[in-house]
């Protein structure tokens, strides 16, 4: 997928899949990846009466914004002027409702110590971060005028340094790794069948049947890495600081988006700088691998989930098959000489 031929990870997934857009790892071409339809489960209207029950009762309209990928996004405004950008968090295996509000819990508190951290607000009503609205929960953050960076920031590198070294609040959940080390043996498995519930099947099939052996080496890799985790030297991560959350306010850079903020390896950020030029001093290469192929792995199970099942040919499922296909391809990254 490509966004002006800049190299970057995705994270797309309909519904309950995985779901994070993950800049930084990859040395091939990415997509711009916006999530183009809207929910059919959740209005507008379902979602402006939430958002006037549980943050401004004076919204007078709520808009579609066709961006991000893997949640669906709406503007919240009062006479035309936007006052809050919402967010619906869609079910996924990576996250429960008690994980997101952990999330965007531990986001407000970080951002009481940083002030390059944009969090979201909790609920007037409650005091809660997200609510529960159809399939998934909602949330929201002020309205923030400003530019996404074309290419990333120089700024990243000294926030993550900061946020690395932020006290961790107690709410704070810790990274494990979520890739399934059976996918070599389900895809030999569903490669073996057509996979005709859906008219992009065979499209995904055939990009899958011969990289099965590859699949399989990256698992067994992934695996081997994860003795490289040490528990005691996990720190705040954002997780996804790539510049599709980096947010360009005058001379000041802000990281939006915490929903995936987790105490972890460094390296889970760091990675994130390697398309700037910037290879951070105290990345681990082995954990740099570990994490792209953490991110490489779930997002072959997700495509190929998303795509050997029933779907329809919208711009999601065409953005799938890119994202499945890249993925596939792209070269490693390794920080090795």
Known sequence: MTRDGEPALRGITPGWMSCAVWSGLSTGPCHDVVMIEAPCEVSDADVLDAVRRHWRGDVTAVTYLPV???????????????????????????????????????????????????????????????????????????????????????????????????????????????VDHHLPDQLDLLVDQPWEAGPLGEQARALVSPRLADVRDWSEEHAGHLGAVDPDDFVITHGEPGEHNQWVVGDRTFLLDWESVLLAPAERDLAALLHTGVASERADPDLIRLFDLEWRLAEVQNYTTWLAGPHEVDEDARIALGGLRDELTRPPVDLRP
């Open 68 to 178: 991000g990928f893997g949640a669906h996004h709406w503007r919240a405004e009062t006479e035309s002027e936007p006052q809050l950008f919402v967010t619906l968090d869609l079910p996924l295996p990576r996250h429960t409702p008690a994980s997101l509000e952990a999330a965007y819990a531990s986001a407000a508190e970080i951002a009481q110590v940083l002030d390059f951290v944009w969090p979201s607000v909790a609920s007037d009503a409650d005091g809660t971060f997200t609510v529960a609205c159809g399939p998934g929960h909602l949330s929201a953050t002020r309205w923030l005028e400003g530019t996404r960076p074309r290419t990333g920031t120089t700024a990243l590198a000294p926030l993550l340094d900061r946020l690395h070294d932020c006290p961790a609040p107690a709410t704070i959940s810790r990274w494990v790794s979520t």
